[in-house]
């Protein structure tokens, strides 16, 4: 049970032990979970949750294979490459901006995740923009076994782009602080981390949907 | 005026009460009124309306003892509740909780009701109608995920938010809390689908959600439990019984 009291630390001391000599805690390295322990308990819970619908996928794609391959002509890969560029260097941001908060660049760190926050209102806006234009073509959810699951997928995906995109905000109002406590700090790390666990589903989703054939 | 003395005989009660309902559930509606698999919804008005009809005193029996457990949502969200409330100053999300609560019992209630319905006079009417109750019962069911959502998350941000210096449940068990949250959304899907893993019967839109959700019942059972005992602990510990004695 973790009860973390607010103290201002100037720069958030690493998680593990307070106490103990200076000199033996120097020497010892205590390993770093970022984030709180229990966010992780959420997002391996939600990539588990991902896993079982890549594995519904992969079902369906198997039933029809003929089908699938045909579709995934019909998708611009270009649209998904975008997003997994802008995805990726949201992550980049994302990180820089973690060690921004960590040495107290606050400038930095605003600017990172603000750039951050650029990179998923483009990414949403591709994504609404090959949508209208597969809807356009014919290809919507109800075309057929493969576009179902591409919207649906790539909508559920879209959800949590936009939850991330609210931690991200409250990261940047966390960032604005001149110093952040304890708890504070594990937050940042923790939505950090939830931002990565949005890139790294759709790294998948794109191999997945897009280009393995 | 003194705080009242602790009484955990009502809070255990009331936490117990959430395996009830899960018991209540699956006894009445798996086990009695075979619910579980679900039917199709791609299954043909016929076929409905004849399973009901050879069915029929199963599953109003089942029903039955399904509908009984569902006011015990009242009594085991109370149990979370009164936690949340703990560690609020202005007890913005125990309202929250307890008003999605209502609906929770509301819903779980109407859901065995219309599916008795669905059993009381099968014969009777046209089997689009009984398929349309059946439908209904599975809207029901699922496509009502918000409230839950919302009432996990304001648990789970009860505890995150937890202001009384000895939150009652350690911190993984909000992000769990939110973790099931999302992962009863997908169940708003069914109203697309008649077949697939999106439908009424389908993996992610009826087997993660139920599944989920009803191991959450426990989980948090469990919980609440430890939370009661760390409680009456802390409240030992802090009055002082019989002669002082002097602290060295």
Redesign the interface.
């Known amino acids: 049970m973790e009860l973390s009291p607010p103290m201002s630390a100037t720069a958030p001391p690493p998680a593990g032990r307070a106490r103990g000599s200076g000199a033996q805690d120097r020497v010892r390295r205590t390993p770093h979970v970022p984030g709180e322990a229990g966010v992780w308990v959420f997002i391996l819970g939600d990539l588990a949750a991902f896993a079982l619908l890549f594995g519904v996928w992969m079902y369906y794609r198997g039933k029809e294979p003929a089908l699938f391959a045909d579709s995934q002509l019909e998708v611009h890969r270009s649209f998904g490459a975008i997003n997994t560029l802008l995805l990726l260097t949201s992550s980049l941001f994302v990180i820089t901006a973690v060690r921004a908060v960590r040495a107290q660049m606050r400038r930095v760190a605003q600017a990172a995740i603000g750039f951050a926050l650029v990179c998923g209102v483009g990414f949403l806006l591709d994504k609404v923009l090959e949508w209208t234009d597969l809807v356009a073509n014919g290809h919507g959810p109800t075309a057929n076994n493969y576009f179902l699951y591409f919207f649906v997928l790539t909508g559920l995906h879209a959800f949590h782009v936009l939850i991330g995109m609210g931690i991200l905000t409250a990261l940047l109002r966390l960032s604005r602080k001149p110093s952040l406590s304890k708890g504070q700090f594990a937050f940042v790390e923790g939505g950090a981390c939830f931002w990565h666990m949005v890139d790294l589903i759709w790294v998948i989703l794109f191999a997945l949907l897009y280009l393995m054939h | 005026m003194k705080p009242l003395p602790l009484n955990t005989t009502s809070l255990r009660l009331c936490a117990w009460s959430g395996p009830a309902l899960v018991v209540l559930f699956f006894v009445g509606l798996v086990a009695l009124a075979g619910f579980i698999p679900p039917p199709a919804p791609s299954d043909s008005a016929q076929l409905i309306a004849s399973w009901y009809q050879e069915n029929t005193t199963a599953i109003r029996l089942g029903v039955l003892v399904m509908v009984t457990g569902t006011a015990f949502n009242a009594t085991f969200g109370s149990a979370i509740a009164v936690w949340t409330r703990r560690g609020e100053a202005m007890p913005v999300l125990t309202y929250t909780q307890l008003i999605c609560l209502g609906f929770v019992v509301v819903d779980a209630f109407f859901t065995g009701m219309v599916w008795g319905l669905a059993a009381f006079r099968p014969d009777e009417v046209a089997a689009d109608t009984t398929r349309v109750l059946n439908d209904f019962g599975w809207f029901l069911f699922l496509f009502t995920w918000p409230p839950f959502t919302v009432w996990l998350i304001a648990i789970g941000l009860g505890i995150i938010f937890d202001k009384s ?1 000895a ?1 009652a449940f ?7 809390n ?2 099931v949250a ?2 009863i ?2 169940a708003g ?1 069914m109203i ?1 689908f008649k077949r ?3 439908g009424f019967n389908g ?2 839109t009826f087997w ?1 959600p139920t599944a989920v959700f009803f191991t959450w019942v426990c989980v948090m059972t469990y919980m609440v439990l430890k939370a009661i005992s760390a409680e009456e602990r802390r409240v030992a510990s802090a009055e002082p019984v019989g002669p002082q004695t002097v602290r060295g």
């Open positions: 210096g939150p350690p911190r993984w068990v909000a992000y769990y939110f973790w999302f992962l959304v997908p899907l697309f697939g893993p999106f993996l992610i993660m």
